[in-house]
């Protein structure tokens, strides 16, 4: 069983910058692989970006590519990402995921945060 719980998100001006934690309980947190995702208002819940167990592969939704960065410390317990350049249309709430995989974690994830508010105003 893996809780986890974000935090970070606010409000910052276009072209500003953000850093999302996910805090993950459990012993087992170094063998997930973490996503993100995120969910604006009236649209489905997307990918945003993925890491494997060690942090050595990172995946990226094409909108976020060159922008945002996916991270672990696996001695904290702890998967970030930092959001860089942001934009309008990245408001959101954005979920943070655990999966035993890379290809769980980025379609069918076991677990879920409660998700943490990103608005970026123009």
């Known amino acids: 069983q893996v809780q986890l719980v974000e935090s970070g998100g606010g409000l910052v001006q276009a072209g500003g910058s953000l850093r999302l934690s996910c805090a993950a309980s459990g012993r087992t947190f170094s063998s997930y692989a973490m996503g993100w995702f995120r969910q604006a208002p009236g649209k489905e819940r997307e990918f945003v970006a993925a890491i494997s167990w060690s942090g050595g592969s990172t995946y990226y939704a094409d909108s976020v590519k060159g922008r945002f960065t996916i991270s672990r410390d696996n001695a904290k317990n702890t998967v970030y990402l930092q959001m860089n350049s942001l934009k309008p249309e990245d408001t959101a709430v954005y979920y943070c995921?655990?999966?035993?995989?890379?290809?769980?974690?980025?379609?069918?994830?076991?677990?879920w945060g409660q998700g943490t508010q990103v608005t970026v105003s123009s």
């Open positions: 995921a655990a999966g035993g995989t890379i290809v769980v974690v980025t379609t069918t994830p076991e677990y």
